[in-house]
């Protein structure tokens, strides 16, 4: 239990493109997505929660204008990378909780974006 | 966000032998929850084992398990005979019951060595 299904798994495009990101949970219900980015050898570093139904809530030097979130249902999160350029390439990986304190947050397997 | 600190950068270990990370966290809280996730090159990130702060006793998961030192506030992961598929970075992470966000210290990449 408790699958987490990301997609795409690796984008390649041109710079000025929107990327759009999708995180599902497949057997449960998420209250509660988080959203981060990794660079390599790095630790994750979040980006955004969101909650469905709710605006995200963007950490502290995340550009909201940039990186739109949408949690539309209590099993989907999108993310979309709006008019991506090189530096937005990174890996991100999303994570869905249910909302029960003693569970854990269950990630997807990430999206490697790379931006031409 | 809480502060969770992974001293060793890396570490390498013998198939078969034992390998212990260390971790330390900072928080004036009482109730919270750790957890240990690794990440082999394939970048998912998979939960290893995790530790209510409440519960005194260690939490294991078959070869894996944790020294839990509330006072010290130290949550260290032991590996009991290492297997080449144990081979990745694993974080630390912490979760105060108040907040739902994970703090994450910078991990530690283990290599085993056949």
Redesign the interface.
């Given at each position: 239990g408790a699958v987490v299904s990301q997609h795409p798994s690796r984008v390649i495009c041109k710079s000025g493109t929107s990327v759009k990101i999708e995180c599902r949970s497949l057997d449960f219900q998420a209250t509660?997505m988080?959203w981060y980015r990794?660079f390599p050898?790095?630790?994750?570093m979040?980006m955004a929660?969101s909650n469905e139904g709710s605006k995200a809530t963007y950490e502290q030097g995340v550009e909201k204008d940039k990186f739109l979130i949408n949690h539309a249902s209590l099993t989907l999160s999108t993310l979309t990378v709006t008019s991506a350029h090189p530096e937005d390439s990174s890996?991100y990986?999303c994570?869905a909780?249910t909302?029960q304190?003693?569970q854990?947050?269950?990630?997807g397997?990430?999206t490697?974006l790379s931006i031409l | 966000a809480q502060t969770v600190t992974q001293s060793q950068p890396e570490m390498s270990v013998q198939e078969a032998e034992t390998v212990t990370l260390s971790c330390t966290y900072d928080t004036s809280e009482s109730d919270y929850?750790l957890?240990w996730?690794k990440q082999p090159p394939?970048?998912?990130?998979?939960?290893v084992i995790?530790q209510?702060a409440y519960k005194q006793q260690n939490a294991t998961e078959n070869r894996f398990s944790v020294n839990f030192q509330k006072a010290a506030k130290s949550f260290s992961l032991k590996i009991s005979d290492s297997q080449l598929g144990d081979a990745a970075?694993y974080?630390c992470a912490y979760r105060s019951?108040l907040d739902?966000?994970?703090s994450?210290?910078?991990?530690t990449?283990v290599t085993v060595r056949a």
């Open positions: 509660t988080f990794q050898k790095q630790s994750l979040l929660t890996f990986i994570s909780w909302g304190g003693n854990p947050q269950h990630f397997d990430g490697r | 929850y957890f996730y394939s970048r998912q990130m998979i939960l995790r209510e970075m974080f019951s739902y966000k994970l994450f210290g910078a991990g990449t």
